[in-house]
């Protein structure tokens, strides 16, 4: 077998020395442009995972590393001439220089033919005369650029300028420090990687790397500039470079790693940003897996399908928690004025990976220093601390988030209505939402939508909230006001989710004349303006209703693409009356919505505000736009944001993943100090600590998991041994507060083991 590999870094050169070492008659090539001793960077980090991979697959290489590692457990945070520690992380790291020597021989003593100071051949040509090619050619891969109809590379330039520098003594932990300066936030990324020498990466934003001139400075002038922002770090001590360049940070991804029998590895294959682990990280878990797909599979295509069928959910999601990290970077400036703990809390816990659960685990004195600051009583979990939304106080910070049933009778809720709430209520939430409810006939979404516009619906829910009142006291009702819009008369969601009625349509209403799906749904009727004054007057009736039917909470619908979310984005908003246009002429409806509701609606409850903070497709709402709205809803009088993502047009490219909607509510609550409700795949108890604890959500909003645990709030408060008025068991179910025991499982082996 003759094996090809395009690229000597530690991607490139670990899997040349795997594919030779299971078989010593492959004749692997390394074609490396540059010298031997040649490198840029400094410092690399590898995780213990990475270090366990390596061991399992070739202990002469994990030897030689483990002499060469610095090792530390400590993250330090300085922010506004304070350091806070925290411990029990645990990291390793070694030049790079020495990594690739490191390589060099074990690649040398295997028999890897290495070839340095040549370019490649192109990979097309080396795969004529090759049974295999590796393309580890990095982030400018002239391998992934010279086909680019096979991989379908992708590439997404970020908002921050950042270089690598060095300095000539060893850091004691891994080290943040926050330089507010008078042009803007920058932030320094520091960790030790030799006896004598640390890596310093210094990152901000765009706008202010031109501000401070460092846009027009060489790399030395820049090396000697960065050393003056962070006193604390580096105490007066210069930095160098090693043909440093200020450069955006790049986020590669391929719709397909491997053609024919070419296949990219590391950087050139995927890109993470380096505030969550290093590229080499990800470079030599590919080799390791690459190696032992060849090994496993009987043909290079089977292997190359296999590579990339395992690697490719890690390397997901290792770049949605990279750029969750990355955007909480490019936003620092909107949380520097947080508490200091929770501040700390917020910088180690933005990528979602490391949370308040693990964090306790790893260093508990640090965790209940973030939570006495935060006002969170001792042994209470944060889900389980009060808050007050307006006048109302809920017990705990849980949500049962509204859930379409689509399970009504002309829009009367049912005893199935009352079985769904009533067990979530009993269920130990603070509070729970009904799902849409229509303020006409016209205004549903299905036939089955539940409705608020005749006297019977109003009874029949004043049965649900009578009940949530009696038999769960602590826990609060909200209903959910909304008109589908150009969304309605649709199949019933497991008949047909958003297509058209077969018959017994009914005509539906738009900001503008366009369908929601072009062919497939019915075109709706511009609202004139006796149109829109009948749709105001509806939901000013409905609210009223809701009030009579006893809700503690309204929420006005103005997101997921239904009537007045169809106003607010641009996508869908077409007109050029007072109603359209700029964002401020798109807002103009749904606020004269809530005006009029608010008016209509009880001082003494609560009320919020459902949005679609971006319609994931071009040319939709942007971060000004998003801003504007969540503001002009609070100061109309909504007591706090829900912030949803999505179902606007059918077009949509949702960035789907842990909890990946929390962001958008992070940035309406810390840019605006404005309450938000985070919605979007929030799964577990540990999420919601996180999220709160950190300051990125006032209150966490949860579907799916109530759909498949009814109790999950109390069952989150019996994994966490918590037994307090947060969440109060109802007497009928307080036997079973304990959590049942289960049987023994056994750790599945390491994968990786060649």
């Known amino acids: ?96 220089r020495r990594l690739l020597a490191i390589l060099h021989a074990r690649c040398r003593e295997l028999g890897v033919d290495l070839r340095f100071g040549t370019e490649a051949p192109p990979a097309a040509e080396l795969a004529r005369t090759h049974d295999l090619v590796i393309a580890a050619d990095g982030v400018h891969s002239t391998t992934r650029e010279a086909a680019p109809q096979a991989f379908g590379p992708q590439v997404t330039t970020h908002r921050c300028r950042y270089i690598w520098l060095a300095t000539d003594f060893a850091l004691d932990a891994f080290r943040f420090e926050i330089a507010e300066t008078e042009h803007g936030v920058m932030q320094l990324h520091a960790y030790p990687y030799a006896a004598d020498a640390s890596t310093a990466i210094v990152e901000m934003r765009e706008e202010v790397w031109q501000a ?83 090994e496993e599979q009987p043909t290079v295509p089977e292997a190359l399908a296999a590579y990339e069928a395992e690697r490719r959910p890690v390397v997901r999601s290792t770049q949605r928690a990279a750029k969750a990290s ?127 516009w005749n006297d019977e619906q109003t009874r029949s829910w004043r049965r649900i909230t009578d009940f949530v009142h009696a038999q769960a006291p602590g826990t609060a009702i909200g209903v959910q006001l909304g008109h589908a819009g150009r969304k309605g008369s649709t199949q019933l969601m497991w008949e047909g989710i958003d297509d058209p009625l077969p018959h017994g349509n009914w005509p539906l209403v738009a900001p503008s004349a366009l369908p929601y799906r072009a062919g497939v749904s019915q075109v709706p009727r511009e609202l004139d303006a006796a149109g829109l004054a009948d749709i105001r007057d509806r939901f000013v009736q409905a609210a009223r209703r809701a009030a009579e039917a006893g809700f503690d909470l309204l929420e006005l619908h103005c997101a997921h693409g239904y009537l007045l979310s169809g106003f607010l984005s641009p996508l869908t908003n077409r007109r050029t009356d007072a109603y359209g246009g700029d964002v401020h002429g798109r807002l103009r409806f749904p606020l004269e919505v809530l005006d009029a509701v608010r008016e209509a609606w009880p001082d003494d409850r609560a009320l919020t505000v459902r949005i679609s903070a971006t319609e994931w497709a071009e040319g939709g709402t942007d971060e000004a736009d998003l801003h504007t709205l969540a503001r002009a809803f609070a100061e109309h009088g909504a007591d706090a944001i829900d912030v949803s993502t999505g179902q606007v047009v059918p077009e949509e490219k949702p960035d789907f993943g842990r909890s990946y909607q929390t962001p958008f509510a992070d940035r309406i609550r810390n840019e605006l100090d404005v309450p938000v409700i985070a919605v979007g795949a929030i799964s577990s108890w540990d999420d919601v600590n996180s999220l709160l604890l950190a300051g990125r959500a006032d209150l966490c909003a949860l579907a799916r998991p109530h759909l498949y645990d009814p109790h999950w709030t109390l069952h989150a408060a019996a994994d966490q041994e918590y037994r307090g008025p947060g969440a109060v068991w109802p007497l009928p179910y307080r036997a079973g507060s304990r959590k049942p025991p289960t049987g023994r499982t056994d750790t599945p082996k390491q994968r990786l083991g060649l």
């Not at 296949?263 to 990800?282: N, Q, R």
């Not at 809920?394 to 067990?423: E, K, Q």
């Not at 209520?425 to 089955?448: F, H, K, N, Q, Y």
Request: net charge negative; proline share 5%; glycine share 12%.
């Open 1 to 96: 077998m003759r094996i090809a590999v395009i690229g000597g870094g530690p991607g490139g050169l670990y899997s040349a020395a795997l594919l030779k070492r299971l078989d010593p008659t492959r004749e692997v090539t390394v074609h490396e442009r540059n010298a031997p001793d040649d490198t840029f960077g400094f410092g690399v980090v590898l995780s213990d995972e990475t270090l366990g991979g390596i061991e399992s697959a070739d202990p002469v290489v994990h030897a030689a590393l483990r002499d060469e590692f610095v090792r530390w457990s400590d993250i330090d945070i300085v922010h506004r001439g304070r350091t806070l520690t925290s411990g029990g992380h645990g990291f390793s790291a070694l030049g790079r």
């Open 326 to 452: 990355l955007e909480w970077f490019e936003d620092l400036a909107g949380y520097v004025d947080q508490p200091p703990h929770r501040f700390a809390f917020n910088l180690l816990t933005r990528s979602r990976r490391v949370t308040h659960d693990n964090l306790r685990l790893r260093d508990p004195d640090f965790v209940a220093a973030v939570e006495r600051e935060a006002g969170v009583p001792e042994g209470t979990p944060p889900m389980f601390t009060p808050f007050r939304l307006g006048s109302l106080r809920l017990r705990n910070r849980v949500v049962v988030s509204a859930m379409d049933m689509y399970s009504a009778t002309d829009g009367v809720p049912g005893d199935f209505h009352l079985v769904h709430l009533g067990g979530r209520a009993l269920g130990g939430a603070g509070l729970v939402m009904t799902e849409m409810v229509c303020v006409s006939p016209e205004g549903r979404i299905t036939p089955g939508c539940t409705g608020l």
């Open 212 to 294: 401070a001139g460092l846009d027009r400075m060489d790399a030395q002038a820049s090396a000697d500039h960065c050393a003056k922002q962070f006193p604390r770090t580096l105490a007066g001590r210069p930095l160098h470079g090693n043909n440093s360049q200020w450069i955006a940070f790049r986020t590669v991804s391929n719709e397909k790693w491997s053609h024919g029998n070419i296949v990219l590895l590391g950087d050139a294959a995927h890109t993470a940003h380096f505030s969550i682990g290093s590229g080499t990280k990800l470079a030599v878990e590919d080799a390791l897996a690459l190696a032992a797909c060849v």
